[in-house]
């Protein structure tokens, strides 16, 4: 496909089709089939296993929870720590790979010490980072900061880094101010790329909120996990999971939904450089 | 990938440029200045009863304890032999699960619901459903860390197969090829590139995952070594412990990178 075919596409809105024709019937029926197969295995005894819930213990289990308050608390808490750690952990990102990206200077100087500290298992901070900040909320960020920002930073730099020279040369042509040339040229030119850096670091920023809950912090759902998994409570463990699972999909969709608001048509090409 | 020259493997470009080109993507050794400058400031000015922050040749003192102690070898063999089978095992599994739900339109479509519900949930999500299902157990590890490392093989395969030129097949009916033979000339190479591409997401995935695994459950690994440092409150032991796993870890990225481009040596520069 072509890229200006690309920008075509994701402009052209999807009027054509009823919305109920959009809409993956196909799947949403495996799905009902598949959950009522599992309610009937449990029911009838077909498989029994002693720590999987039938889907209705499951909603069972989620009502329980949502009256005791106890899931909104979880959700409200994962979802505030990994948003706003995704968000500085952006912020950071963003300038770093520009600066990288723009000085072959820097980046000669910087770029294996970013290579190396970035294939550092993330995961392997969460116990230096409980013997620092303790089991405390400040240790979940500052994780879910670390291991966040490497993403986006990394995509940022290629993305400025691989700026076609044309557009560079223009920059020259006009004489644009550095501040100016990085606004209206150099960001635009790397967006599709910053974009997949984005993706990448939302979810490395719930990965590591997860495994920071589970491990150190007691709040959020992954603490929700680890406590109910001790009780022996699968039913309960289940909803804190799939909500663990929806809140990964309600992020994803608001990140994609403001991406396609604020930069039209990159959609498309941001697809395309996820695969390639 | 979605050029059919892809598959083929006849390109234009040159030998030489192609070598030139890889060239200027290798990362100049000199970008490891900061790291070992900011290394060496921290040993000539840190101290060696910081609780916090113990400067790093005795962090280099506690490894060699442990390896002394004799628990660092076996923990990191162990680490290396789970993450390895989980590897393997994702690659085949995700890869044949990949081909037969990217093959079939309706498949695709009748699975997507479920197989996004997968993907976007963390996979470390999994690490405490895992330990009440299967208990304290090798199988439970390599479970796990399969589920977690399958779904970057699984779609990218998937999108291969989705963007796989029907011509081809088309092709081996003409040659009335048998089915092995359609899968071994014309399926693998198709959809190769999207499975490297996916180990090669999906191996980081899965150090994340083995190491969380043995943090929680103290299974014999580098991650119960290092929650035990933790817990210890041996600071040292633990920044030792966090740069030995770096190191195993960008060299295991390493080589998957390095298989990578060794399979696809023949193929254009992305």
Same mark, same amino acid.
């Given at each position: 496909?072509?890229?200006?075919?690309?920008?075509?596409?994701?402009?052209?809105?999807?009027?054509?089709?009823?919305?109920?024709?959009?809409?993956?019937?196909?799947?949403?029926?495996?799905?009902?089939?598949?959950?009522?197969?599992?309610?009937?295995?449990?029911?009838?005894?077909?498989?029994?296993?002693?720590?999987?819930?039938?889907?209705?213990?499951?909603? /069972?289990?989620?009502?329980?929870?949502?009256?005791?308050?106890?899931?909104?608390?979880?959700?409200?808490?994962?979802?505030?720590?990994?948003?706003?750690?995704?968000?500085?952990?952006?912020?950071?990102?963003?300038?770093?790979?520009?600066?990288? /990206?723009?000085?072959?200077?820097?980046?000669?100087?910087?770029?294996?010490?970013?290579?190396?500290?970035?294939?550092?298992?993330?995961?392997?901070?969460?116990?230096?980072?409980?013997?620092?900040?303790?089991?405390?909320?400040?240790?979940?960020?500052?994780?879910?900061?670390?291991?966040?920002?490497?993403?986006?930073?990394?995509?940022?730099?290629?993305?400025?880094?691989?700026?076609?020279?044309?557009?560079?040369?223009?920059?020259?042509?006009?004489?644009?101010?550095?501040?100016?040339?990085?606004?209206?040229?150099?960001?635009?030119?790397?967006?599709?790329?910053?974009?997949?850096?984005?993706?990448?670091?939302?979810?490395?920023?719930?990965?590591?909120?997860?495994?920071?809950?589970?491990?150190?912090?007691?709040?959020?759902?992954?603490?929700?996990?680890?406590?109910?998994?001790?009780?022996?409570?699968?039913?309960?463990?289940?909803?804190?999971?799939?909500?663990?699972?929806?809140?990964?999909?309600?992020?994803?969709?608001?990140?994609?939904?403001?991406?396609?608001?604020?930069?039209?048509?990159?959609?498309?090409?941001?697809?395309?450089?996820?695969?390639? | 990938?979605?050029?059919?020259?892809?598959?083929?493997?006849?390109?234009?470009?040159?030998?030489?440029?192609?070598?030139?080109?890889?060239?200027?993507?290798?990362?100049?050794?000199?970008?490891?200045?900061?790291?070992?400058?900011?290394?060496?400031?921290?040993?000539?000015?840190?101290?060696?009863?910081?609780?916090?922050?113990?400067?790093?040749?005795?962090?280099?003192?506690?490894?060699?304890?442990?390896?002394?102690?004799?628990?660092?070898?076996?923990?990191? $063999?162990?680490?290396?032999?789970?993450?390895?089978?989980?590897?393997?095992?994702?690659?085949?599994? $995700?890869?044949?699960?990949?081909?037969?739900?990217?093959?079939?339109?309706?498949?695709?479509?009748?699975?997507?619901?479920?197989?996004?519900?997968?993907?976007?949930?963390?996979?470390?999500?999994?690490?405490?459903?895992?330990?009440?299902?299967?208990?304290?157990?090798?199988?439970?590890?390599?479970?796990?860390?399969?589920?977690?490392?399958?779904?970057?093989?699984?779609?990218?395969?998937?999108?291969?197969?989705?963007?796989?030129?029907?011509?081809?097949?088309?092709?081996?009916?003409?040659?009335?090829?048998?089915?092995?033979?359609?899968?071994?000339?014309?399926?693998?190479?198709?959809?190769?590139?999207?499975?490297?591409?996916?180990?090669?997401? $999906?191996?980081?995935?899965?150090?994340?995952?083995?190491?969380?695994?043995?943090?929680?459950?103290?299974?014999?690994?580098?991650?119960?070594?290092?929650?035990?440092?933790?817990?210890?409150?041996?600071?040292?032991?633990?920044?030792?412990?966090?740069?030995?796993?770096?190191?195993?870890?960008?060299?295991?990225?390493?080589?998957?990178?390095?298989?990578?481009?060794?399979?696809?040596?023949?193929?254009?520069?992305?």
């Amino acid at each position: 496909m072509s890229e200006t075919m690309a920008i075509h596409l994701a402009r052209t809105p999807a009027k054509k089709k009823r919305w109920y024709a959009r809409w993956n019937w196909t799947g949403a029926a495996t799905t009902l089939v598949l959950l009522i197969l599992w309610q009937l295995c449990d029911q009838l005894g077909l498989i029994h296993f002693a720590y999987i819930p039938s889907p209705l213990q499951i909603v /069972g289990g989620a009502v329980q929870l949502l009256q005791e308050g106890a899931l909104q608390a979880a959700v409200a808490h994962t979802a505030t720590v990994a948003v706003i750690g995704w968000a500085i952990a952006t912020l950071i990102g963003l300038i770093l790979g520009t600066i990288m /990206g723009l000085s072959k200077t820097v980046w000669t100087w910087t770029a294996a010490s970013v290579e190396v500290l970035r294939s550092f298992p993330s995961i392997t901070f969460v116990p230096l980072a409980v013997l620092l900040f303790g089991f405390s909320s400040s240790m979940e960020l500052v994780v879910v900061i670390y291991a966040a920002a490497w993403p986006v930073l990394v995509n940022t730099l290629e993305g400025v880094r691989t700026i076609s020279p044309g557009l560079r040369d223009v920059a020259r042509t006009f004489h644009l101010s550095v501040w100016r040339n990085i606004r209206s040229i150099v960001l635009p030119a790397a967006a599709s790329k910053i974009i997949v850096g984005l993706r990448l670091g939302l979810n490395l920023a719930l990965i590591l909120a997860l495994a920071a809950e589970v491990i150190g912090n007691p709040e959020g759902l992954g603490y929700g996990l680890t406590v109910e998994q001790q009780a022996l409570q699968p039913a309960r463990m289940f909803v804190y999971f799939i909500s663990v699972g929806v809140l990964g999909i309600i992020l994803n969709a608001i990140l994609q939904l403001i991406v396609w608001w604020t930069l039209p048509g990159i959609t498309a090409l941001a697809e395309r450089g996820r695969k390639s | 990938m979605s050029q059919p020259t892809a598959v083929t493997g006849s390109t234009g470009v040159s030998r030489r440029g192609r070598r030139a080109a890889r060239r200027g993507n290798v990362v100049p050794l000199r970008g490891l200045a900061p790291l070992v400058v900011g290394l060496a400031l921290w040993q000539i000015f840190g101290t060696d009863d910081s609780a916090f922050f113990p400067r790093p040749s005795t962090w280099v003192v506690q490894i060699v304890d442990l390896a002394k102690g004799g628990t660092l070898w076996p923990a990191l $063999g162990a680490t290396l032999e789970s993450l390895l089978i989980s590897l393997v095992v994702a690659t085949i599994v $995700g890869g044949i699960l990949g081909i037969i739900v990217g093959a079939s339109r309706f498949v695709d479509r009748a699975l997507n619901p479920t197989l996004e519900f997968f993907r976007a949930t963390p996979s470390s999500a999994m690490v405490p459903i895992g330990v009440l299902l299967l208990g304290y157990t090798l199988t439970m590890k390599v479970s796990i860390t399969v589920i977690a490392a399958i779904w970057p093989i699984l779609l990218s395969t998937r999108a291969a197969m989705r963007e796989f030129n029907p011509t081809l097949l088309d092709v081996a009916s003409v040659f009335k090829m048998s089915w092995p033979r359609r899968i071994r000339t014309i399926i693998l190479p198709a959809v190769s590139t999207a499975v490297l591409l996916g180990i090669r997401v $999906g191996a980081p995935v899965a150090i994340i995952v083995t190491i969380l695994i043995e943090i929680l459950t103290g299974i014999t690994g580098m991650g119960a070594l290092l929650a035990q440092s933790q817990q210890e409150y041996n600071s040292a032991a633990t920044f030792g412990l966090l740069v030995m796993i770096g190191i195993v870890a960008l060299l295991f990225n390493f080589l998957v990178g390095w298989i990578e481009s060794f399979f696809t040596r023949h193929l254009p520069p992305a």
